[in-house]
């Protein structure tokens, strides 16, 4: 499976809107490890501290699941749930869009 801290360099796509490459992968990807773990968002949300609006917000590229970022350094406690609850095999610090 790919690992939901790497995405490809942050770049955005006009004719999808303002919604930057990097958020839309990481959207698809979160999408794709849920579906393959035979979750629903709702079940997702059940077993991580954030709710169902929130998973659909970031699986849609509506909202960054980005906690802080100083200079090269990115937190994520969305991904880190997420990625412990679908067994996503991530190293537990990493590059998360913003």
Known sequence: MT?????PEEETDESQGATPLAL???ASELKRHREA???T???????IPYSKSMVSMI????????DAREGDTVTSKFTEYCD???ETGAPSAGYCPS
Do not use: M, N
Request: glycine share 4%; aromatic share 6%.
């Open 3 to 7: 690992d939901l801290h790497i995405v």
């Open 24 to 26: 839309r992968y990481y």
């Open 37 to 39: 773990a035979g979750l």
């Open 59 to 66: 699986e849609t590229a509506k909202r960054s699941p980005l």
């Open 84 to 86: 412990e609850v679908l």
């Open 41 to 47: 968002q709702a079940l997702l949300a059940d077993q």
